[in-house]
């Protein structure tokens, strides 16, 4: 199939805005789906991770989230890293310094593919590890195809939105931290109420792409300032705890 037909193809699959008034929405699709992202994304359709790109849920730093279906018509989350607006000076941070990455590129595109695989990579590690995390399912170049977390009418709410036990969403932050420290040897290097989905009755812990292995040099630094917002921002919940106590428990955690 020719470039052409093959972006002809993707277009005619993707629920573009359709009304004059959603200029917010034509602009986010026109910075995401240059020709690369959207061959990218006819390669992953071809292979039935994709069918339909449905409408965007989130806006990162970094990436675009949008709802889709895979061939079966199962939903799932794709997650679109912006080549041309991504911070490559932040991305660089993360990656130089862990060994999994070696020969980091100073091209923008590649390194942008680089960090979709590294979320990827992140996301399959504390999966094993017993961390809740959106299920990683499949990634080419820019573009990374995961577990949709949310119901069919809307997505899963951030833990800053939601309504939720204090306790028991404090005890699920500890002990993802310390499974991701101790099994996955991750450090998440951005946990706060931005980076939790809140799904029913479970917390899904999200955006791990700049989590670190313990090898990385900034590794402890990025495992204090999590805990030390974490104790920030659990305390101000009335929950007894402070920085020291997380990383007690994060560093002796065996389950």
Request: charged share 30%; proline share 4%.
């Given at each position: 199939?020719?470039?052409?037909?093959?972006?002809?193809?993707?277009?005619?699959?993707?629920?573009?805005?359709?009304?004059?008034?959603?200029?917010?929405?034509?602009?986010?699709?026109?910075?995401?789906?240059?020709?690369a992202?959207?061959?990218?994304?006819?390669?992953?359709?071809?292979?039935?991770?994709?069918?339909?790109?449905?409408?965007?849920?989130?806006?990162?730093?970094?990436?675009?989230?949008?709802?889709?279906?895979?061939?079966?018509?199962?939903?799932?989350?794709?997650?679109?890293?912006?080549?041309?607006?991504?911070?490559?000076?932040?991305?660089?941070?993360?990656?130089?310094?862990?060994?999994?990455?070696?020969?980091?590129?100073?091209?923008?595109?590649?390194?942008?593919?680089?960090?979709?695989?590294?979320?990827?990579n992140?996301?399959?590690?504390?999966?094993?590890?017993?961390v809740?995390?959106?299920?990683?399912?499949?990634?080419?170049n820019?573009?990374?195809?995961?577990e949709?977390i949310?119901?069919?009418?809307?997505?899963?709410?951030?833990?800053?939105?939601?309504?939720?036990?204090?306790?028991?969403?404090?005890?699920?932050?500890?002990?993802?931290?310390?499974?991701?420290?101790?099994?996955?040897?991750?450090?998440?290097?951005?946990?706060?109420?931005?980076?939790?989905?809140?799904?029913?009755?479970?917390?899904?812990?999200?955006?791990?792409?700049?989590?670190?292995?313990?090898?990385?040099?900034s590794a402890?630094?990025?495992?204090?300032r999590?805990?030390?917002?974490?104790?920030?921002?659990?305390?101000?919940?009335?929950?007894?705890?402070?920085?020291?106590?997380?990383?007690?428990?994060?560093?002796e955690?065996?389950t």
């Amino acid at each position: 199939m020719k470039v052409e037909e093959a972006i002809r193809y993707v277009e005619t699959r993707m629920r573009k805005p359709e009304r004059q008034e959603d200029r917010e929405l034509r602009k986010t699709y026109s910075e995401v789906f240059d020709n690369a992202t959207i061959m990218t994304i006819y390669d992953l359709m071809s292979k039935g991770y994709i069918d339909i790109v449905d409408f965007p849920i989130s806006t990162g730093k970094e990436g675009n989230v949008f709802r889709g279906y895979d061939k079966r018509g199962n939903l799932i989350a794709i997650k679109i890293y912006r080549v041309a607006t991504s911070n490559f000076r932040r991305m660089s941070l993360y990656i130089q310094g862990d060994p999994r990455f070696k020969g980091i590129t100073r091209d923008r595109r590649k390194l942008v593919y680089t960090w979709a695989r590294k979320e990827y990579n992140n996301l399959e590690r504390l999966m094993g590890a017993g961390v809740r995390v959106p299920m990683p399912i499949a990634h080419k170049n820019n573009v990374l195809v995961m577990e949709y977390i949310g119901s069919e009418e809307m997505p899963a709410p951030l833990l800053k939105d939601s309504e939720f036990d204090p306790e028991e969403a404090y005890e699920f932050v500890v002990n993802s931290m310390g499974k991701a420290y101790n099994q996955a040897k991750l450090v998440h290097g951005d946990i706060s109420e931005y980076n939790i989905l809140v799904n029913g009755d479970e917390f899904v812990l999200i955006d791990v792409a700049q989590a670190v292995h313990l090898k990385h040099p900034s590794a402890e630094e990025l495992l204090v300032r999590d805990a030390k917002n974490t104790a920030r921002y659990f305390r101000k919940l009335g929950v007894d705890t402070d920085e020291g106590e997380i990383l007690r428990r994060v560093r002796e955690c065996t389950t």
